[in-house]
């Protein structure tokens, strides 16, 4: 039984939802299990916030290492939910957009998260040059193909490569580095994504029709279908 | 493809080259020295190369490339009056990259004065969507009405399967506007049910959900016309997609760049206004021509040290 009932509810819900998409009037089916789909989602994000709060709360209370860290955390998201769940610091009423100009959220959005997250992001070109430093090395066949195809996008992304080759006759214009990197971007790696993405889309569908007619059954937390 | 006016007398052009230049002979000798560099070092001119074309700005001039011009052209032929969606699809990291494409984007549509449906698929969308709102449909565009001439539908939780739902039906997901005005309410949506009602989405961004999921959920099943900008990094993926799912990309600071470079070529007014994609070019070119020394440096050492070992076998 307790096997049995997530099977069949699965069985029932995959099959009605791979029907609808074929069969027009049962097009709302598709429309209402998302509609279910998220509001089940949103008892996850309590979930989750109930969970941060449990961690860091017992983290604070039992000074463990970096508690000062979870601290921080918990005071950011406490300000985050309440100036945006209750309004706290927004100029409009309870109904009025969490993002209203000039309120605490859209404040603390632009002054604080925007450049933290921004920085972020910023400190991967650092990593970046590094890592190509040491790993962009012509050691073989392939990777030395790589290697030059790196070198036709890097350069190919800038206005430098056009200058580089800017002097070439027109007859030869293929060899122009822009030309290049647009050949790369558009041939050898159009090629990959799509047999990627075929590829996916197979794999996806394979196991989507196990998991539906019960042969695939680790999501119920069995090791063997 | 591209055209580039760059004049090396330019003082930023000058200091940059000099200091980089320098910097990579003598890390040059360095290496043929048996030496590896030290990471911080290239951290070090990484630094340089992207802070001294942010002091002393360097310029291009960048014409675009087919598949960002294809996205221009298709909003130019656009008639006047025209149901445009626009997604924000992207965070504070992606923002120095999408936003500008962002702001060029909404630019040309309202100079086209086309109508303007705003929505974000991540919740960071909605604030970044402010920005835009303030700083360029506020300064640039005072005459265009909130309702009338564009709309902010806001940021709405449940990734694809939102999509999924406004493919059919808009008023499911999203009953009323950011103020909490019923949709019944606002003009511009007068005639719109769905996103099947709009004559081209354009998805801004370059994580997940973002242009992949919309021609996926939306641009193939409701046969909506999809046209994307996103960072650099997921550029390669969408390649996949274009011309025929994909009307046209802006991939990550060059994207922008051409595409503001397009609009000031057409429209006189845009000559006066910020072109932050075009500014970070010169940054952006510096790091890159900094990051394919370091790959030639790094080598010279594995050649050099290869041959050591093979004298040494």
Not at chain 1, 85 to 104: E, H, M, Q, R, Y
Not at chain 2, 38 to 52: C, E, M, N, Q, Y
Not at chain 2, 79 to 103: C, H, Q, R, W
Not at chain 2, 200 to 214: D, F, N, R, T
């Given at each position: 039984?307790?096997?049995?009932?997530?099977?069949?509810?699965?069985?029932?819900?995959?099959?009605?939802?791979?029907?609808?998409?074929?069969?027009?009037?049962?097009?709302?089916?598709?429309?209402?299990?998302?509609?279910?789909?998220?509001?089940?989602?949103?008892?996850?994000?309590?979930?989750?916030?109930?969970?941060?709060?449990?961690?860091?709360?017992?983290?604070?209370?039992?000074?463990?290492?970096?508690?000062?860290?979870?601290?921080?955390?918990?005071?950011?998201?406490?300000?985050?939910?309440?100036?945006?769940?209750?309004?706290?610091?927004?100029?409009?009423?309870?109904?009025?957009?969490?993002?209203?100009?000039?309120?605490?959220?859209?404040?603390?959005?632009?002054?604080?998260?925007?450049?933290?997250?921004?920085?972020?992001?910023?400190?991967?070109?650092?990593?970046?040059?590094?890592?190509?430093?040491?790993?962009?090395?012509?050691?073989?066949?392939?990777?030395?193909?790589?290697?030059?195809?790196?070198?036709?996008?890097?350069?190919?992304?800038?206005?430098?490569?056009?200058?580089?080759?800017?002097?070439?006759?027109?007859?030869?214009?293929?060899?122009?580095?822009?030309?290049?990197?647009?050949?790369?971007?558009?041939?050898?790696?159009?090629?990959?994504?799509?047999?990627?993405?075929?590829?996916?889309?197979?794999?996806?569908?394979?196991?989507?029709?196990?998991?539906?007619?019960?042969?695939?059954?680790?999501?119920?937390?069995?090791?063997?279908? | 493809?591209?055209?580039?006016?760059?004049?090396?007398?330019?003082?930023?052009?000058?200091?940059?080259?000099?200091?980089?230049?320098?910097?990579?002979?003598?890390?040059?000798?360095?290496?043929?020295?048996?030496?590896?560099?030290?990471?911080?070092?290239?951290?070090?001119?990484?630094?340089?190369?992207?802070?001294?074309?942010?002091?002393?700005?360097?310029?291009?001039?960048?014409?675009?490339?087919?598949?960002?011009?294809?996205?221009?052209?298709?909003?130019?032929?656009?008639?006047?009056g025209?149901k445009?969606?626009?997604?924000?699809?992207?965070?504070?990291?992606?923002?120095?990259?999408?936003?500008?494409?962002?702001?060029?984007?909404v630019?040309?549509c309202f100079?086209?004065n086309h109508k303007l449906v705003?929505?974000?698929?991540?919740?960071?969308?909605?604030?970044?969507?402010?920005?835009?709102?303030?700083?360029?449909v506020?300064?640039?565009f005072p005459e265009k009405q909130q309702g009338i001439d564009w709309c902010?539908?806001?940021?709405?939780?449940?990734?694809?399967?939102?999509?999924?739902?406004?493919?059919?039906?808009?008023?499911?997901?999203?009953?009323?506007?950011?103020?909490?005005?019923?949709?019944?309410?606002i003009e511009i949506?007068?005639?719109?049910?769905?996103?099947?009602?709009?004559?081209?989405?354009?998805?801004?961004?370059?994580?997940?959900?973002?242009?992949?999921?919309?021609?996926?959920?939306?641009?193939?099943?409701?046969?909506?016309?999809?046209?994307?900008?996103?960072?650099?990094?997921?550029?390669?993926?969408?390649?996949?997609?274009?011309?025929?799912?994909?009307?046209?990309?802006?991939?990550?600071?060059?994207?922008?760049?051409?595409?503001?470079?397009?609009?000031?070529?057409?429209?006189?007014?845009?000559?006066?206004?910020?072109?932050?994609?075009?500014?970070?070019?010169?940054?952006?070119?510096?790091?890159?021509?900094?990051?394919?020394?370091?790959?030639?440096?790094?080598?010279?050492?594995?050649?050099?040290?290869?041959?050591?070992?093979?004298?040494?076998?």
């Amino acid at each position: 039984m307790k096997r049995q009932v997530p099977l069949l509810i699965t069985l029932f819900v995959g099959t009605l939802l791979i029907v609808s998409v074929f069969v027009p009037p049962l097009e709302g089916m598709q429309e209402n299990s998302t509609l279910f789909f998220d509001i089940i989602a949103v008892f996850a994000f309590f979930l989750g916030g109930g969970n941060l709060i449990r961690i860091h709360l017992t983290k604070v209370a039992r000074k463990k290492g970096d508690w000062e860290y979870s601290l921080v955390t918990l005071f950011g998201f406490l300000l985050m939910l309440s100036s945006g769940l209750f309004k706290i610091g927004n100029p409009g009423d309870i109904a009025a957009a969490v993002d209203t100009p000039g309120s605490w959220f859209q404040t603390i959005f632009f002054y604080m998260m925007s450049p933290l997250n921004s920085t972020m992001y910023a400190l991967l070109a650092f990593f970046v040059a590094s890592a190509s430093y040491r790993a962009f090395r012509a050691k073989n066949r392939e990777a030395t193909i790589l290697l030059v195809s790196a070198f036709i996008i890097l350069l190919g992304q800038t206005p430098f490569g056009t200058m580089l080759t800017s002097w070439m006759p027109d007859k030869f214009s293929v060899l122009e580095i822009p030309n290049m990197a647009v050949w790369v971007m558009s041939s050898p790696n159009l090629a990959g994504q799509r047999a990627i993405l075929i590829g996916i889309g197979l794999g996806v569908v394979g196991m989507s029709l196990r998991i539906i007619l019960g042969i695939e059954r680790t999501y119920l937390g069995e090791d063997k279908g | 493809m591209q055209q580039l006016t760059l004049s090396v007398f330019q003082p930023g052009v000058l200091i940059s080259l000099a200091v980089i230049g320098v910097g990579l002979a003598l890390l040059l000798r360095w290496t043929l020295q048996g030496r590896e560099v030290d990471r911080r070092v290239i951290f070090a001119f990484i630094f340089v190369s992207v802070a001294t074309p942010v002091l002393f700005p360097i310029t291009f001039e960048v014409k675009a490339t087919p598949i960002a011009k294809a996205l221009f052209e298709k909003i130019e032929s656009l008639p006047e009056g025209t149901k445009v969606m626009i997604s924000y699809d992207f965070d504070p990291a992606m923002a120095p990259e999408v936003l500008p494409m962002a702001n060029a984007v909404v630019r040309h549509c309202f100079q086209k004065n086309h109508k303007l449906v705003f929505i974000a698929i991540w919740a960071t969308g909605q604030s970044l969507l402010n920005q835009t709102l303030q700083q360029v449909v506020a300064v640039e565009f005072p005459e265009k009405q909130q309702g009338i001439d564009w709309c902010n539908l806001g940021y709405k939780a449940g990734n694809e399967g939102v999509m999924n739902v406004i493919v059919t039906n808009l008023k499911k997901m999203f009953p009323t506007d950011v103020n909490s005005t019923p949709l019944e309410q606002i003009e511009i949506l007068e005639g719109i049910q769905s996103c099947r009602d709009f004559a081209l989405i354009v998805s801004l961004g370059g994580g997940q959900p973002g242009p992949k999921e919309w021609i996926l959920y939306v641009g193939d099943p409701g046969n909506v016309p999809i046209g994307a900008g996103t960072a650099a990094v997921s550029a390669p993926q969408l390649y996949a997609y274009y011309p025929k799912q994909l009307i046209g990309l802006l991939g990550g600071v060059k994207g922008a760049a051409e595409y503001e470079f397009e609009l000031m070529q057409k429209y006189e007014r845009f000559k006066s206004v910020d072109a932050p994609g075009i500014r970070m070019m010169g940054p952006q070119t510096l790091a890159h021509v900094v990051i394919i020394a370091f790959i030639m440096l790094g080598n010279v050492a594995y050649l050099r040290t290869r041959r050591k070992k093979g004298g040494a076998a």
